[in-house]
């Protein structure tokens, strides 16, 4: 067996098939992420996607003399830079979306546990700052040096006031007076709500279908917080639409800066801004209700950890390999495990107004989301991201 040659002036590899597999693999670690390597008796075939670059096989001869050997000549001129492969369905990305939306759903459910203990308010700072010290706890030395002009900071701090405190404000707001399975239905209707602020502002083109999803939408958020009865109207039904309005803004602001600032430094610096803000808020009300013991503090911390940190690191990983069509699909799971939970664990019993609304704002969002161009057209539409929670 021949031994692998590596030739650092001229970037090329002379091996026989075995140790080329095994010594190819260690220098394309960052230059090809995405190449398929097979091995037959002879031959060695590797495909590799690289914007800055081509890859060429040439027959050579081993230093043994062997017929089956090749060489590997790549003119990459990027082998220093990472090389991102394109999104490719894989069971361990589904598993990571699948948990990420249990996650999510599991807000609304953890939420209610703990508004027994601590007030919308509280749970707010929590969420909030309690996220803000992880992400900056666990960032690098570099980090903490600011990347931002005056504008994209002043649009960061936008993002983190709309996004985050008046998002979180509102959704446990409403939590407090509503229910966790409606909470999960209206915010459904998120994607829709994007596409309604996105064509408002210019971002989107003005579509039929997308107006009548979002008609759709909001007849049903509307049906499940009872307007045709002033008697009976669930306020907290009205704090969600209001929740779910306020992330799309943001989504469709966020938009601005996605494509120059990667996500883990935008969630940093929006966390960060949002954290500023919401402190001071602490002192204008009370935020707690009675004597908190472990378990109220086990809620509180699930409310940190499980939707906001591990979510997110799960959805971001299964996005970098998913399609963002794929990946949105599973945000219909979150209304269906948040019931699964809230019936047997807070005795929740949806209603046939539960059905409708929940039957309209479907509706309103597959209708909507049919007029989205196909993957490679262009752009993905704000409308399409789930990679931040809306709860």
């Keep these: 067996m021949s031994v692998a040659r590596y030739s650092s002036n001229k970037s090329s590899w002379t091996a026989s098939p075995t140790a080329a597999l095994t010594s190819t693999a260690a220098m394309c670690r960052g230059v090809a992420k995405g190449a398929m390597l097979s091995v037959n008796a002879h031959i ?30 790549s003119t990459c001129a990027a082998a220093r830079e990472p090389v991102h492969p394109p999104p ?34 509280a ?48 959704f ?33 083109h003005f579509s039929g279908r997308k107006t009548l999803g979002i008609g759709l939408a909001i007849a049903g958020a509307l049906a499940l917080a009872s307007v045709d009865d002033l008697a009976h109207v669930s306020v907290g039904d009205l704090l969600f639409l209001a929740n779910s309005l306020a992330f799309a803004g943001y989504l469709v602001l966020v938009r601005r800066l996605v494509r120059k600032f990667d996500s883990i430094t935008l969630s940093r610096w929006t966390f960060l801004c949002a954290a500023l803000v919401a402190l001071p808020l602490g002192l204008l009300g009370p935020l707690v209700k009675g004597p908190v013991d472990g378990r109220a503090i086990a ?66 969002v597959l209708l909507a989301g049919s007029s989205h161009p196909r993957a490679g057209a262009g752009p993905v539409p704000a409308s399409e991201w789930v990679d931040a929670p809306t709860q």
């Design 299 to 364: 809620e509180a911390a699930w409310m940190v950890i499980g939707p906001t940190v591990l979510a997110y690191g799960l959805s971001a990983y299964a996005l970098e390999r998913l399609e963002s069509s794929t990946a949105a699909s599973f945000s219909y799971l979150q209304p269906l495990i948040a019931t699964a939970l809230a019936v047997p664990l807070l005795g929740e019993r949806p209603g046939a107004r539960t059905g409708l609304g929940a039957a309209l704002i479907f509706a309103g």
């Design 88 to 121: 490719v369905s894989n069971r361990r990305a589904l598993v990571a979306i699948f948990i990420a939306q249990f996650l999510f759903a599991s807000t609304s459910v953890v939420g209610r546990f703990a508004l027994h203990t601590f007030t919308a308010l």
């Design 172 to 204: 446990l707001a409403g939590l407090a007076l509503s229910t966790a399975i409606d909470a999960t239905v209206v915010n459904t209707a998120m994607p829709v709500f994007t596409a309604a602020i996105a064509m408002a502002v210019g971002d989107e």
């Design 44 to 73: 060695v075939r590797a495909t590799v996607r690289s914007s800055a670059g081509s890859v060429k096989w040439a027959p050579a001869a081993s230093p043994g003399g062997s017929r089956g050997s090749r060489t590997w000549r």
């Design 123 to 170: 749970l707010m700072l929590i969420r909030v700052v309690g996220a803000a010290v992880v992400f900056w706890g666990f960032a690098p030395r570099s980090a903490f040096k600011l990347p931002f002009t005056r504008r994209e900071l002043a649009i960061v701090a936008a993002c983190g006031v709309l996004g985050l405190v008046i998002n979180q404000g509102l």
